[in-house]
Nanobody, 126 residues
Framework: QVQLVESGGGLVQAGGSLRLSCAAS????????MGWFRQAPGKEREFVAA????????YYTDSVKGRFTISRDNAKNTVYLQMNSLKPEDTAVYYC???????????????????WGQGTQVTVSS
């Protein structure tokens, strides 16, 4: 069992930055990959980024490449999403999730993630 709690969301102007954090409970954190997803109003939840168990591999959706960075600190059981150059279209509820495996293979599939946080709202104003 893994429990996930996101924080760091808020309101920011276009071009600004935010860093999301996801604190995980459970002794398995350091042995599993983690992902971030987001859901905008009226849209389906979509994949944003993922990181392998060691942090050695990352994977991003095309729309955030070069702007977002996923990282993790296994000593703190925490995964981060640094978001720079934010755009109004980044507005969404952001969720972190723990993956079934250690790698980022198939990381963009929601079915690979059995545990999810409650989400944190990110709003980017134009």
């Amino acid at each position: 069992q893994v429990q996930l709690v996101e924080s760091g969301g808020g309101l920011v102007q276009a071009g600004g930055s935010l860093r999301l954090s996801c604190a995980a409970s459970g002794r398995t954190f350091s042995s599993i990959a983690m992902g971030w997803f987001r859901q905008a109003p009226g849209k389906e939840r979509e994949f944003v980024a993922a990181i392998s168990w060691s942090g050695g591999s990352t994977y991003y959706t095309d729309s955030v490449k070069g702007r977002f960075t996923i990282s993790r600190d296994n000593a703190k059981n925490t995964v981060y999403l640094q978001m720079n150059s934010l755009k109004p279209e980044d507005t969404a509820v952001y969720y972190c999730a723990s993956k079934r495996s250690r790698t980022v293979v198939a990381a963009d599939s929601q079915y690979e993630y059995p545990y999810w946080g409650q989400g944190t709202q990110v709003t980017v104003s134009s």
